[in-house]
T-cell receptor, first 111, second 112 residues
Framework: EPEVTQTPSHQVTQMGQEVILRCVPI?????FYWYRQILGQKVEFLVS????????KSEIFDDQFSVERPDGSNFTLKIRSTKLEDSAMYFC?????????FGPGTRLTVL | LAKTTQPISMDSYEGQEVNITCSHNNIATNDYITWYQQFPSQGPRFIIQ???TKVTNEVASLFIPADRKSSTLSLPRVSLSDTAVYYC?????????????FGSGTRLQVQP
C-alpha cells in the first residue's frame, strides 16, 4: 500500500538555525499539506500546496516558513530561523480527493 | 466550519463495543461527517465518512440520525490496539482538498 514518508524521523537543532523537513507524498496525489502538533496539543494546520503553489496557509505559517516541491516527488518545509516554540511533531499529508494520508512525522527539537 | 463537541476521554475493555458521540448542531446541508484516528506518535488516519443514516466499513460504523446534529462512531469489539485519539470533523465531502481543523478529539483507552 502506498504511503507518505518523511525524513528525518527526529531532528535536533539549535535555536536560530535553519531546518528542512522532507516528505515524499503518495505519487499520484495532487494536494500536499504540512501540519504540526506540539506535545500534548492539537494537530494544527500550517499550509496546503496544490498545482505548484500555496493554496492556503494558517497564521502559524509566517515568513520564517516556506515550502517547496523541488522535483516530482519531494515536498519540503523549511524553517529559516528556528525558535524554541517550533519544537513539535511535523506531519506531512497528501491527498487525491476524499482522505488525507499522513506521514509518520518528524519530531523537531529546538534547543 | 461547524463546531464539534466530543468527550475528552473514554475508557473501555477489550472485546467491548465503544460508541463515541460527536455533536455538531450547526452542521450545514452540504457537510459530511468524517472521523480520523491518531495513534500515539503517529499522524492521523482516516477512518470513515458519512452524510446520513449508517455507514459501515471494515474498521467502524458511523450512525447519523435524521437531524444530523450528532453522529456516533462505533468500534466493535475493541482491542488494545484501538487505544488512540479519535477526531470528529465536519465539512465538505472531499476532505482531501482542504485544510483539516482538528479539535482535541476523544482519547480512548482500552484496558485488558
Amino acid at each position: 500500500e502506498p504511503e507518505v514518508t518523511q525524513t528525518p524521523s527526529h531532528q535536533v537543532t539549535q535555536m536560530g538555525q535553519e531546518v528542512i523537513l522532507r516528505c515524499v507524498p503518495i505519487s499520484n496525489h495532487l494536494y500536499f499539506y504540512w501540519y504540526r502538533q506540539i506535545l500534548g496539543q492539537k494537530v494544527e494546520f500550517l499550509v496546503s500546496f496544490y498545482n505548484n503553489e500555496i493554496s492556503e496557509k494558517s497564521e502559524i505559517f509566517d515568513d520564517q516558513f516556506s515550502v517547496e516541491r523541488p522535483d516530482g516527488s519531494n515536498f519540503t518545509l523549511k524553517i529559516r530561523s528556528t525558535k524554541l516554540e517550533d519544537s513539535a511533531m511535523y506531519f506531512c499529508a497528501s491527498s487525491e480527493r476524499q482522505e488525507q494520508f499522513f506521514g509518520p512525522g518528524t519530531r523537531l527539537t529546538v534547543l | 466550519l461547524a463546531k464539534t463537541t466530543q468527550p475528552i476521554s473514554m475508557d473501555s475493555y477489550e472485546g467491548q463495543e465503544v460508541n463515541i458521540t460527536c455533536s455538531h448542531n450547526n452542521i450545514a446541508t452540504n457537510d459530511y461527517i468524517t472521523w480520523y484516528q491518531q495513534f500515539p506518535s503517529q499522524g492521523p488516519r482516516f477512518i470513515i465518512q458519512g452524510y446520513k443514516t449508517k455507514v459501515t466499513n471494515e474498521v467502524a460504523s458511523l450512525f447519523i440520525p435524521a437531524d444530523r446534529k450528532s453522529s456516533t462512531l462505533s468500534l466493535p469489539r475493541v482491542s488494545l490496539s484501538d487505544t488512540a485519539v479519535y477526531y470528529c470533523l465536519v465539512g465538505d465531502r472531499e476532505t482531501g482538498r482542504r485544510a483539516l481543523t482538528f479539535g482535541s478529539g476523544t482519547r480512548l483507552q482500552v484496558q485488558p
